[in-house]
């Protein structure tokens, strides 16, 4: 079993958000009666790291995909970690310092995934907004990721 260290909380956070994205892009095999699995498309980044996962954990790479899947929806169901919290923080609606320590990483995952399917204007209206925060005196670079 692979153990992440307690001391290396980035570590630990780069993992809950790995899982939880896993979890959260829908990545569940599911089974017919007759327990044919289901196909589905993943990303190339997920199958590799899946694949090679899977290896080191003597699982298939199904079993490793879907070992990720319970433990991305236990992560969920934890009562540390709403998903519906992070929905708001992406909408603005909720500050992300009110983010939990399980629920930034994941934050931070999907508002990545976001700003890399940004339009032109709201790439220019991002960096409008940043602009006026800068001269309004505003230190960018301190407010963190």
Not at 6 to 33: D, H, K, M, W
Not at 49 to 72: D, F, V
Request: hydrophobic share 35%; net charge negative; glycine share 6%.
């Amino acid at each position: 079993m692979h153990r992440i260290p307690r001391s290396n909380a980035s570590s630990a956070r780069e993992f809950v958000a790995g899982v939880a994205i896993c979890y959260n892009q829908a990545v569940i095999l599911q089974r017919t009666p007759d327990t044919a699995g289901t196909s589905i498309r993943v990303s190339e980044e997920l199958a590799l790291t899946s694949k090679a996962e899977s290896q080191l954990m003597q699982r298939s790479q199904a079993g490793q995909i879907e070992y990720w899947a319970r433990i991305g929806r236990a992560i969920e169901h934890s009562g540390q970690f709403d998903y519906q919290h992070i929905a708001s923080a992406l909408k603005g609606e909720v500050a992300v310092d009110q983010l939990t320590s399980y629920e930034k990483p994941v934050y931070d995952e999907l508002h990545d995934e976001a700003m890399r399917h940004s339009s032109a204007t709201e790439i220019r209206e991002h960096r409008q907004r940043i602009q006026a925060m800068r001269q309004a005196g505003v230190d960018i670079e301190s407010l963190g990721d």
